[in-house]
């Protein structure tokens, strides 16, 4: 069973850039959630995906934005990068969206905004 | 909405147990969890409990929860240095998507 695998591993981008992470979830889960760790703090919740619509938000601003695909994999977008993007960004999987699923997440892709 | 607080750092002996402890706020039935983060890693799953439920063992680790005051609390029995990472406690909220609310983590340090 392959885990949750999320490219790049590292990126460094310039203010005001784009830019698009990949996460390919879980064999069997078709549930997507993204989170963002700054240096030195707990991860943030951004948003979830499930059957490739959004359920459910965190305070980001709308230059976050994200797409499920009909294989459950999905991207997180992110406009006009700010030097406080710079962070982990995480994906987790879980099977669905039920009260008791876990999540299980994948190594992170490491952002840089310089 | 949640909050989770943990304690900054803990330092142990190899061989001792290690308690790492946590509060949250949100007063309805929850998940909560523990995960495991090492240097330059994602989040691994240690376990979780249900809110209904007091304890939960598994191997080394064992879970408590005080429902009254909140408090949740990780036990780790014969630390080992490979235990060395940060600890973060998660709160789950059925209320926005599912998500999870983190702690900001518990740096364990096990000197040999």
């Not at chain 2, 949640?2 to 750092?9: P, R």
């Not at chain 2, 979780?48 to 609390?73: A, C, E, G, P, W």
Request: with cysteine; aromatic share 12%.
């Amino acid at each position: 069973e392959t885990g949750v695998t999320q490219s790049p591993t590292h990126l460094i981008k310039t203010r005001g850039q784009q830019v698009t992470l990949r996460c390919s979830s879980q064999s069997g889960h078709n549930t997507v959630s993204w989170y963002q760790q700054a240096l030195g703090q707990g991860p943030q919740f951004i948003f979830q995906y499930y059957r490739e619509e959004e359920n459910g938000r965190g305070n980001f601003p709308p230059r976050f934005s994200g797409l499920q695909f009909p294989n459950y994999s999905s991207e997180l977008n992110v406009n006009a990068l700010e030097l406080d993007d710079s962070a982990l960004y995480l994906c987790a999987s879980s099977p669905a969206t039920g009260r008791g699923e876990t999540q299980y997440f994948g190594p992170g892709t490491r952002l840089l905004v310089l | 909405g949640e909050d989770v607080e943990q304690s900054l750092f803990l330092s142990v002996r190899e061989g001792d147990s290690s308690v790492i402890n946590c509060t949250y706020t949100d007063s309805s039935s929850t998940y909560l969890y523990w995960y495991k983060q090492e240097p330059g890693a994602g989040l691994q799953l240690l376990t979780y409990i249900f809110s209904n439920m007091d304890m939960k063992q598994d191997q080394r680790l064992t879970v408590l929860l005080n429902k009254k005051d909140k408090h949740l609390s990780l036990r780790i029995a014969d630390t080992q240095t490979g235990d060395s990472a940060i600890y973060f406690c998660a709160e789950k909220d059925w209320d926005a998507g599912n998500m999870l609310t983190f702690g900001g983590g518990t740096r364990l340090m096990v000197k040999p």
